[in-house]
């Protein structure tokens, strides 16, 4: 017979929803890792100006910015299953009106399903809080880690559908992989329904707690979103482009493929224990790692541009950003009250993502005007404000309190 204890745990509905989570988690960064290896290729085909390359993955990331305030919002009012379901279907329709777009060889309408999509990636953003909602406090960071580790699927699945739907509707390349990208939200739409996370109770949702204004001058506030900034920033900068500087490098596509699959588990292979490193070591050494990660990806980006430079480059910049985005998430939930959740949530997204689709626009045009190094020493300043935002966060909390009158 199973000892109490460990009916216990299979019965605790906070490992249940984290489960659940993590494969919808996988799902759509299978969704991210597969429009990461083709939407920029896709974009060169029908663009008419090679700039404009990445245009259609920017226009994804700013359909996350723009959705990411009304979705905590809505996830607040109608619960975390309503809202991650509405986000699944903006994916189905994301994916169908991209797969059309390149039938048709019809650019407008690729960004228009690219923005769709991301209003889906806003949703999902989302996965890593709703785990941390019923969990308790030593369990919040291993909740957050291991629904972020559902992406190691993501690592293995994204490229190969990349590869195995390239010409799934031959002649025409690349439709595939967004048609795959719909049957995807499809499948997540379906497990969401089995998703039990209660809403907050009426009491706590009548009341907003303190402004953002005062939360937001708290130093672990202010490094929290300075990490995820960085974090998602560097890695999204780098990551758009590796493709095209692969492909200008004359590597084949199956090897850039081969490069993004690599990342992704590069990304999210460690969530399996950075929770655990967190509550052993504590947040400032895990963030400092995480910094310390992307001036290593850098400094490979470097020394040259052979397939194995890109490869431990693009494996460091998934190990910093895991380090730095997950401490930086777990560290975010130590600054508001469960009354003051969903602002600060959306506050913390809409920030980060702002950062991500400046990266996502401005990624193919430094690209292409300052090529494929200083593209990446663009990326050092923002990485040692990082680390700067660490040092200067232990700084302040070992300062003695002073006594209560």
């Given at each position: 017979?199973?000892?109490?204890?460990?009916?216990?745990?299979?019965?605790?509905?906070?490992l249940?929803?984290v489960?659940?989570?993590?494969?919808?988690?996988?799902?759509?960064?299978?969704c991210?890792?597969?429009?990461?290896?083709?939407?920029?290729?896709?974009?060169?085909?029908?663009?008419?100006?090679p700039?404009?390359?990445?245009?259609?993955?920017?226009?994804?990331?700013?359909?996350?910015?723009?959705?990411?305030?009304?979705a905590?919002?809505?996830?607040?009012?109608w619960?975390?299953?309503?809202?991650?379901?509405?986000?699944?279907?903006?994916?189905?329709?994301?994916?169908?009106?991209?797969?059309?777009?390149?039938?048709?060889?019809?650019?407008?309408?690729?960004?228009?399903?690219?923005?769709?999509?991301?209003?889906?990636s806003?949703?999902?953003?989302?996965?890593?809080?709703?785990?941390?909602?019923?969990?308790?406090?030593?369990?919040?960071?291993?909740?957050?880690?291991?629904?972020?580790?559902?992406?190691?699927?993501?690592?293995?699945?994204?490229?190969?559908?990349?590869?195995?739907?390239?010409?799934?509707?031959?002649?025409?390349?690349?439709?595939?992989?967004?048609?795959?990208?719909?049957?995807?939200?499809?499948?997540?739409?379906?497990?969401?329904?089995?998703?039990?996370?209660?809403?907050?109770?009426?009491?706590?949702?009548?009341?907003?707690g303190?402004?953002?204004?005062?939360?937001?001058?708290?130093?672990r506030?202010?490094?929290?979103?300075?990490?995820?900034?960085?974090?998602?920033g560097?890695?999204?900068?780098?990551?758009?482009?590796?493709?095209?500087?692969?492909i200008?490098?004359?590597?084949?596509?199956?090897?850039?493929?081969?490069?993004?699959?690599?990342?992704?588990?590069?990304?999210?292979?460690?969530?399996?224990?950075?929770?655990?490193?967190?509550?052993?070591?504590?947040?400032?050494?895990?963030?400092?790692?995480?910094?310390?990660?992307?001036?290593?990806?850098?400094?490979?980006?470097?020394?040259?541009?052979?397939?194995?430079?890109?490869?431990?480059?693009?494996?460091?910049?998934?190990?910093?950003?895991?380090?730095?985005?997950?401490?930086?998430?777990?560290?975010?939930?130590?600054?508001?009250?469960?009354?003051?959740?969903?602002?600060?949530?959306?506050?913390?997204?809409?920030?980060?993502?702002?950062?991500?689709?400046?990266?996502?626009?401005?990624?193919?045009?430094?690209?292409?005007?300052?090529?494929?190094?200083?593209?990446?020493?663009?990326?050092?300043?923002?990485?040692?404000?990082?680390?700067?935002?660490?040092?200067?966060?232990?700084?302040?909390?070992?300062?003695?309190?002073?006594?209560?009158?």
């Amino acid at each position: 017979m199973l000892a109490p204890a460990m009916l216990h745990r299979l019965r605790d509905p906070s490992l249940r929803n984290v489960a659940l989570l993590a494969f919808c988690q996988a799902l759509s960064m299978t969704c991210l890792s597969l429009l990461i290896t083709i939407s920029a290729l896709v974009g060169s085909l029908l663009a008419v100006d090679p700039a404009l390359a990445t245009l259609p993955l920017s226009l994804q990331f700013l359909g996350v910015l723009v959705t990411t305030i009304p979705a905590s919002l809505l996830m607040e009012r109608w619960g975390r299953r309503a809202g991650f379901s509405l986000g699944a279907v903006l994916g189905i329709v994301g994916g169908l009106l991209c797969t059309l777009a390149v039938f048709t060889a019809d650019f407008l309408l690729l960004c228009f399903g690219s923005l769709l999509l991301g209003g889906f990636s806003a949703f999902s953003m989302y996965y890593r809080f709703a785990a941390a909602d019923t969990a308790s406090n030593a369990f919040k960071s291993r909740a957050i880690s291991l629904v972020l580790a559902g992406g190691v699927l993501a690592a293995v699945a994204g490229p190969e559908l990349a590869k195995h739907t390239r010409e799934l509707f031959a002649p025409v390349a690349f439709a595939g992989g967004y048609a795959a990208i719909a049957a995807l939200c499809l499948l997540s739409l379906a497990i969401l329904q089995f998703i039990r996370i209660p809403r907050p109770p009426a009491r706590v949702r009548g009341d907003s707690g303190r402004p953002l204004a005062v939360i937001a001058r708290q130093p672990r506030f202010i490094v929290a979103v300075l990490c995820g900034m960085v974090a998602y920033g560097t890695m999204n900068l780098v990551m758009v482009s590796t493709p095209l500087a692969m492909i200008a490098c004359d590597h084949p596509f199956e090897t850039a493929a081969f490069v993004i699959q690599l990342h992704v588990l590069g990304m999210y292979v460690p969530s399996f224990f950075t929770g655990s490193l967190i509550a052993r070591f504590g947040l400032p050494p895990v963030l400092l790692a995480g910094a310390l990660l992307l001036l290593a990806c850098v400094a490979v980006a470097l020394t040259g541009i052979e397939v194995l430079n890109f490869a431990a480059g693009l494996v460091l910049l998934g190990l910093g950003w895991n380090l730095l985005y997950v401490g930086g998430s777990t560290l975010l939930t130590e600054t508001h009250r469960p009354e003051e959740k969903a602002k600060v949530q959306a506050a913390n997204e809409f920030l980060v993502f702002g950062v991500v689709t400046v990266t996502a626009f401005s990624s193919g045009a430094l690209h292409e005007g300052l090529g494929w190094e200083w593209l990446n020493l663009v990326t050092v300043p923002a990485i040692l404000a990082a680390l700067v935002a660490v040092l200067w966060l232990v700084r302040v909390e070992r300062r003695p309190q002073p006594l209560a009158s």
